[in-house]
C-alpha cells in the first residue's frame, strides 16, 4: 500500500471515528485508525494530521446531513450571538467549529469566558433561568498539570464555556487540530463577522426573538414537575403518582421507537393536563404545550384517550375509521400499549432530568 492512500484510508477510519462519536480526540481516533487499517508499526509520517481527518469529518457532515448542517450552522452562530451578549462582561471569546463552519452532530458552541470568579458566571446563567453542570477537568501537558473549569449549557442549543482569569484575555491559546493560533472573535468581531456572511439577517431582531424563546425543554419540566403531587386512583393506576406513571411510560416509550423524539415526547407528556384541569387533561396539556411541541406529537396526545377506546374494544366504527386513517395510528397504539404497561409498582423508572437530557439529545442529533 502506498504511503499516500495509506494515510488517507486511516484519515478516513479516523474521521468515522470521530463522527459518529466513537472516539472523541484526534490522536486516539488516528491510532485506532492505523492499527485496524494496518496491523503492525506505522511510521509516524504515514499518519494524517488531524487538520486532515478534521477535513474528512466534514465530508462525511456533508453526506450524511446535507442542508440541515447549513441551517444548524446558521442558528448555532445566531445563539453564540445571543449567549455571548449575555455574557458580555466576562469578555467572551468564541472559538471551535461554529466560529470556523466545521460543525456536524455532536459539536457544541465553544466560548472562552473570563473571570476570577466562577461563580459570576454562573449567577449570569441562573439569571437567565439557564440549566447547567460544572467539570473540572484535569490534562497533563508536557509534565504541567492543569485544572480547566468548563460549564455545558443545557438549552436551545449545547454550549461549553472555559473560563479562565481575565489576564488570559490576551493570551494566544493553540489550536490542537492545526497546530497555530486558535481563531477566535470577540463578541464585536463576531457580530461584524456575521453582518457580513449573512447580510440579509436582522441580528437585533433575531437577538430579541431569541430573547423571547424559552428553552421547550425548560417548559416541559415545569409541566412535568407537578405531576409528582397528582395521586391517581389506584384501581387504574396502583404504581402512584402521575410523574413516575409518565416516567414508566417514557422507557417503555424508548423501548419501542428510541430515536423517534414524538414520540417519546408524546410518551412523556401526555399526562401533563392532569396538574392543570383533572377533569380535561388531554385538552389542558393541549393548551399548555401550545407552540412547544410538533403536529405530530400534539396528534398523539390528543388522542391518546380515544386510542384507548379503541384498544379496549369500545369505540365506535367511526372513531376507529378516523383515527386508523391517520399516518401515526400504529405509534398511537404503541404510545397506548406503553400507557397501560407503565404502571407497575417498584419498578426502576429514569429520572426526569435524564429523559429531558435524552430528548435534548436527540433534538440535537436530528435538529428538531
Known amino acids: 500500500m502506498t504511503t499516500s492512500k495509506l494515510r488517507r484510508q486511516i484519515a478516513w477510519e479516523a474521521a468515522r471515528l470521530m463522527y459518529f462519536r466513537e472516539e472523541p480526540e484526534y490522536y486516539r481516533a488516528k491510532m485506532k485508525a492505523a492499527k485496524s487499517i494496518f496491523r503492525g508499526w506505522v511510521h509516524p509520517v504515514d499518519l494524517p494530521s488531524n487538520g486532515e481527518i478534521r477535513d474528512e469529518v466534514q465530508i462525511f457532515a456533508r453526506i450524511l446531513e446535507g442542508d440541515q448542517r447549513t441551517e444548524r450552522l446558521k442558528e ?14 466576562f469578555s467572551p471569546r468564541l472559538i471551535g467549529s461554529v466560529l470556523t463552519g466545521h ?20 449567577s449570569r446563567l441562573d439569571g437567565e433561568h439557564l440549566i447547567y453542570d460544572v467539570e473540572r ?8 498539570a492543569q485544572t480547566f473549569t468548563h460549564i455545558h449549557i443545557k438549552d436551545r442549543a449545547p454550549f461549553e464555556l472555559t473560563l479562565y482569569p481575565p489576564h488570559k484575555r490576551s493570551h494566544r491559546f493553540t489550536c490542537a487540530i492545526t497546530g497555530k493560533a486558535m481563531e477566535r472573535a470577540s463578541l464585536a468581531e463576531f457580530k461584524s463577522f456575521l453582518e457580513s456572511e449573512y447580510p440579509e439577517v436582522d441580528f437585533e431582531a433575531e437577538l430579541r426573538r431569541l430573547n423571547d424563546q424559552p428553552d421547550r425543554f425548560q417548559i416541559y419540566e415545569a409541566l412535568l414537575l407537578p405531576l409528582e403531587n397528582v395521586h391517581q386512583s389506584k384501581l387504574y393506576h396502583p404504581e402512584g403518582d402521575a410523574l ?9 416509550a424508548c423501548d419501542q421507537h428510541p430515536y423517534d423524539e414524538e414520540f417519546l415526547t408524546a410518551a412523556l407528556l401526555h399526562d401533563i393536563g ?9 385538552g389542558a396539556a393541549i393548551e399548555a404545550l401550545d407552540g412547544c411541541i410538533t403536529e405530530r406529537t400534539q396528534w398523539l396526545i390528543q388522542h391518546h384517550m380515544e386510542g384507548q377506546q379503541i384498544r379496549e374494544g369500545t369505540a ?15 405509534e398511537l397504539m404503541d404510545l397506548c400499549d406503553c400507557d397501560v404497561a407503565g404502571r407497575q409498582t417498584g419498578v426502576v423508572a429514569s429520572k426526569l432530568e435524564d429523559a429531558l437530557d435524552h430528548l435534548r439529545d436527540l433534538a440535537q442529533t436530528f435538529n428538531f
Open 76 to 89: 448555532w452562530r445566531l445563539e453564540a450571538l445571543w449567549m455571548m451578549s449575555q455574557l458580555a462582561v
Open 316 to 330: 365506535g366504527s367511526r372513531l376507529r375509521r378516523r383515527l386508523a386513517s391517520h399516518e401515526s395510528f400504529g
Open 137 to 144: 477537568k484535569s490534562v497533563t501537558k508536557a509534565g504541567v
Open 103 to 122: 460543525v456536524r452532530n455532536g459539536s457544541d458552541i465553544d466560548i472562552h469566558v473570563f473571570s476570577e470568579h466562577l461563580e459570576a458566571v454562573t
Open 244 to 252: 413516575y406513571h409518565s416516567l414508566q411510560v417514557f422507557d417503555l
Open 274 to 282: 392532569k396538574a392543570i384541569d383533572p377533569d380535561d387533561h388531554v
